[in-house]
């Protein structure tokens, strides 16, 4: 396992690039513990493919360096590098059985026949596939064979990492939240340092302890989590992640106030110096209320989800997304709307520009 540091990597796939926009990675800095859980989320075409190509070795950065616990490594081929990847698709011998797909990676290597047994069934335990050890690959489930690529992934405890890239692509809805859960714990208990790669936000959230967020080949944010729903640190992050995601409303500023369609909105703190360009205004819809006064609203839409309703009203001709505990208002009714201050924020040309309240 090791510490991973990609530091001032960009990439073109372009012979002479000339703008940032010719760049499918603008400008990546990242460090990387040992033993961690990480995501790279992004939408399609964001750069992660791009990114995790440069971490394996298929790909050589048109600048900046990848260091595995601070060794160069960004000219070694991928065979060189020790890692292990898990694919979209499940990449096993169908010929095999499960008990020898296991085995692969380690005979591979030269491992002593014990070693080898004691990892193949203490992974197969993991993953829980130790009554299929014996069957043939070719004869089990699609969920399953994931699983035993999964499992040839993680069976070498002396990988530098292991990738994985989009594996949930191929597994049914309803067992995607078991295979989910399951690599979390597969990641506490081998203490492996780990890099998932999705445009699933559920996927990041539930796996990593922190989430690279990209967009545009850049990373917007690093954070927990909760970090990154709490405190967005733009507004693409804030609408990318949380379902509905966070309101981003037309702001403007006036004597050192923020206002909403004419009307004043108080912010979590002061406003950074010098903010200025296209302002807007950030608020969670689990942190917007119906309330007898403040933002003056219409109910377009309200939906009764179990234990929570969703409401979307217009101020003007905006849409605010609420969640709300509530009763639920009808469609039509006029109603008001209140924004936790603590939880409202002002958005710089997407960048946060507000600071907490001491
Ligand atoms: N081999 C290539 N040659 C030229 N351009 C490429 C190549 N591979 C990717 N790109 C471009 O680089 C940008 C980043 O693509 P990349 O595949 O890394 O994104 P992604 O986030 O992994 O998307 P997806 O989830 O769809 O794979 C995109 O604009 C893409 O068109």
Not at 15 to 28: E, M, R
Not at 196 to 204: G, R, S
Not at 316 to 329: K, L, N
């Amino acid at each position: 396992m090791a510490k991973i540091t990609l530091s001032k990597l960009r990439h073109s796939y372009m012979d002479a690039p000339k703008g940032p926009d010719d760049y499918a990675l603008k400008q990546i800095d990242v460090d990387w513990e040992d033993g961690g859980a990480y995501a790279l989320l992004g939408p399609s075409g964001c750069g992660k493919s791009t990114l995790l190509n440069i971490i394996s070795g298929l790909l050589i950065p048109s600048e900046g360096r990848v260091l595995f616990d601070d060794k160069d490594v960004t000219e070694l081929t991928p065979e060189a590098r020790n890692i292990a990847q898990v694919f979209q698709f499940p990449v096993i011998y169908d010929t095999m059985s499960v008990y020898d797909n296991l085995a692969f990676p380690l005979k591979n290597r030269g491992v002593d026949a014990a070693t080898i047994d004691r990892r193949v069934r203490t992974i197969a335990e993991m993953l829980e596939v130790t009554d299929m050890l014996d069957r043939r690959a070719s004869g089990l489930a699609p969920d399953n064979k994931q699983k035993l690529s999964m499992g040839r992934g993680l069976v070498r405890d002396d990988v530098n990492v292991v990738m994985f890239d989009e594996p949930l692509t191929v597994i049914d809805p309803h067992l995607k939240w078991k295979l989910r859960s399951k690599l979390k714990e597969l990641h506490q208990k081998t203490a492996l340092t780990m890099i998932y790669v999705t445009h699933d936000q559920t996927e990041a959230l539930t796996f990593a302890d922190q989430v690279v967020v990209m967009q545009d080949g850049e990373v917007v944010q690093i954070g927990t989590p909760v970090e990154l729903f709490e405190r967005p640190a733009h507004t693409f992050v804030g609408h990318f992640i949380g379902s509905p995601g966070m309101n981003v409303l037309p702001a403007e500023l006036r004597d050192g106030g923020a206002f909403f369609q004419g009307q004043a909105v108080a912010l979590e703190g002061a406003v950074r110096k010098g903010a200025s360009g296209k302002l807007e205004i950030g608020i969670r819809p689990e942190f917007v209320d119906i309330a007898d006064a403040g933002i003056a609203a219409r109910v377009r839409k309200a939906a009764d989800v179990g234990r929570y309703s969703v409401v979307e009203a217009v101020v003007g001709d905006t849409p605010v997304s609420a969640i709300i505990t509530g009763p639920v208002p009808e469609q039509g009714a006029e109603v008001h709307l209140s924004f936790a201050p603590h939880q409202t924020r002002l958005y710089a040309d997407g960048w946060l520009a507000t600071e907490v309240a001491q």
